[in-house]
């Protein structure tokens, strides 16, 4: 691409943002929760109306169980058709909205303020899909499509994509591609552009305690057994109070990290402060405590985080009541050489041998980690895209420190990925306040546009 | 009383259930729940209402904060009066309702089937009071009142009675009285009428850990700290998993219980079967396990209970958040000698010495422990005239698992206190479906007759 040209898709970006932001409303305003069931089929319908209205192929794949995986296909121009195909990866679900008291305007009401657009989905991600479906516009727009452009877009990656497995390689076929964009990513607080190769696992567990029928009279636990206690109790001999996983076997099947991989890692940038700004953090990394370098422990360790713990009376003043059960979420990141099914099973054995056997273990989600050989050329294009796009220097990671089901993808369709997305470092994905940035908007649609074009002539 | 007198009040009793029960109903469908701040003021005027429609004095006492506490007083008859005074201690607060999906009927909308009304405060503590004012009535309507009638009726038992201190303190002429009527009791699954002729105290705390300002994605869990992690660890250290509270100080204080007060413990019914089958247990006692009786440990011993605990996301499916804070409600009832305050102090100082000084606790409410004098003839009273009104055995316990503001009122009013009340082994007091027996209300009613008969005789 010459400046000419650069400038004149710029120019296009531009007089397009208007409309694909009021798309991106419309989106927003559908509370699409996949862990609560909420607003699926009408989310399917408004993502498959905005292909077609594009001139794209819709295919809705219901035929497996679970929310519908929607497949878009657009074939490139006939003029500047060089037969390349690059694959994206979005959802249409997004996280619930709780504590719903902690929003300053509605999750579901998209609201603009100072070039901050507020809303659940707006980063994790929404605002990347119709960032994505513009730039095929805007290339239809300039001229011809310049490669085949595919989508595949799920409804339960909020949830561990528990049902994608099936879809994928019964379908690996229909979503052949040569490289995946990936479906999340973000500015950090230096304004650089984090981009991935690579993805953690995760494995999810729910722990549940049940020792009565009833909540019962808080008095008679001089002689009944209290579940919350117990909970407590096993909860407290996985972790210690220094963070060390104690679970056995946990660590066994890590497929140890060469020290190229090190090296890259250890060159990643921190900045703990921007952390501690950010999030408002009231205690010292537990990675200063432990003596370990923070970006090891985000790259390279696997984690275990309680996400919820619930028993009892948890309301306003005081219930004098023996709870009846107890609850807790536990989610554990993976690196790569872990499973799901294996920590299940060190899980289980741990209890069990730490006299926890009334303690309920079940893994409700798995994902194995994953990733892209950082050298592949898909992988440095992404970067030098971003680059000329936003104006800005970028941060290329191994791997992410979230999750997703590349794994699964590159089981199936063998291609490098690479993930980026429309966040700043103050998204706030997964919590009140999500937000993305409309100046950032504008350039990822440009990334993506640069991305299309400079992709078909490689 | 001869035989022709206590058939006649019995009759009497017969004839005024309906209109008993029927303002039972009304009463019980005020949803006066003290820790939610509900309906407060129309239950006070409900109460007042029903006192004086009988004839009755009252005065509501509102002068010194909290919710009001109502003087009520029906003045012996001349004909009878032997200048003696009976104070009822009742409260018209309730426990919350919650979990509500649990209750077979509406909460506070009473439920009669198979000779059982169903309704949150029925057994805890409203039928009781309006029972105790039938049986004023009945007396007046036999001829006159033998002795002189009180009640404090208060509005926050159900949360620890915190502002209950000071109206004892003021109004104790107002007050004075020769013996008192507890609020609670109940048959047992034997059909005994329980007594308690004292209570154990209570402290109530709040735990809470806060790490950061929002929560985050549980990606960031590899160096971010988890006050979930921090609050069960911390919890963990004070009890362990044989039971034992390991607070250190936590026992210093008690009174070494008497070989006369033991022997009674180790005399009272104790049917773990019965236990068993009303709560649904799924674990055998702690007491088992430990070796110990649990009559000793309902009567003798102190307990701390997690009543609640609560941290990040606790509903349906899958959440992957790093929870940006933790709480626990922490119950610990008490036996003679314990204070609150002493026990916040061990609470604090263990907390600190092991590494929690980031766990913040407070303590909530606390009430001492009180225990009558067992040989006093006001208790033996209460229990000869529950045998010939329920015609069935007793059971007088020395104090009972459960607590309430015994302790200031002795400490105010140098009186003899026994508690009796309307219940039965399943009325499920603080949990959902709470009930009583129809049977159970009319003959405790007639208790209430044959008492203050007697009472004004000794």
Not at 228 to 250: H, T
Not at 252 to 275: Q, T
Not at 339 to 359: A, M, N, P, Q
């Amino acid at each position: 691409m010459d400046d000419y040209e650069k400038r004149k898709l710029k120019d296009l970006v531009q007089s397009e943002m208007e409309l694909s932001l009021k798309t991106l409303y419309a989106y927003l305003r559908l509370p699409s929760i996949s862990a609560q069931h909420s607003a699926i089929p009408e989310t399917v319908a408004f993502v498959c109306d905005k292909i077609e209205s594009l001139g794209g192929e819709t295919k809705v794949l219901d035929d497996l169980g679970g929310n519908p995986v929607i497949y878009g296909y657009f074939p490139a121009g006939e003029k500047e058709n060089t037969g390349k195909t690059l694959l994206f990866y979005d959802h249409y679900d997004v996280q619930p909205p709780e504590p719903l008291d902690e929003w300053h305007s509605k999750p579901f009401e998209p609201y603009r303020n100072d070039g901050i657009l507020y809303a659940r989905g707006t980063a994790d991600n929404k605002g990347s899909l119709i960032q994505r479906l513009s730039a095929v516009k805007i290339l239809q727009q300039e001229g011809d499509l310049p490669c085949n452009v595919k989508f595949l877009i799920e409804g339960e990656e909020e949830i561990g994509s528990p049902s994608l497995t099936p879809y994928l390689r019964k379908y690996k076929d229909l979503f052949k591609a040569d490289a995946c964009i990936w479906e999340f990513g973000s500015k950090d607080a230096e304004e650089r552009v984090n981009l991935y190769a690579g993805i953690k696992g995760s494995a999810y567990f729910e722990l549940s305690v049940k020792s009565a029928a009833i909540d019962i009279h808080s008095s008679l636990a001089a002689c009944i057994d209290n579940p919350a206690w117990r909970l407590v109790q096993a909860l407290s001999s996985m972790k210690n109070q220094n963070n060390d996983i104690l679970v056995e076997g946990f660590f066994d099947e890590i497929e140890e990290p060469g020290e190229d991989l090190k090296k890259i890692v250890h060159h990643l940038p921190f900045d703990k402060a921007s952390y501690e700004k950010l999030f408002g953090l009231k205690r010292p990394l537990i990675t200063e405590a432990r003596g370990e370098d923070p970006r090891d422990a985000l790259m390279l360790y696997p984690t275990m985080t309680i996400c919820g713990v619930v028993s009892g009376y948890t309301g306003a003043g005081a219930k004098t009541v023996l709870p009846k059960e107890a609850r807790a979420k536990l989610d554990c990141r993976m690196v790569p050489g872990q499973t799901g099914e294996y920590l299940y099973k060190c899980i289980k054995r741990h209890l069990e041998r730490h006299g926890f056997s009334d303690v309920k273990v079940e893994l409700t989600e798995s994902q194995n980690a994953f990733r892209s050989d950082i050298s592949d050329p898909f992988v440095q294009l992404v970067k030098t895209t971003a680059e000329e796009a936003y104006q800005t220097g970028t941060v290329l990671y191994p791997n992410s420190a979230g999750t997703g089901p590349m794994y699964l993808f590159n089981e199936c369709l063998h291609l490098p990925i690479v993930s980026t997305g429309v966040g700043w470092a103050d998204s706030k994905a997964h919590a009140p306040n999500e937000s993305i940035r409309i100046k950032d908007y504008v350039d990822g649609t440009l990334h993506m546009v640069y991305l299309l074009k400079e992709f078909a002539e490689t």
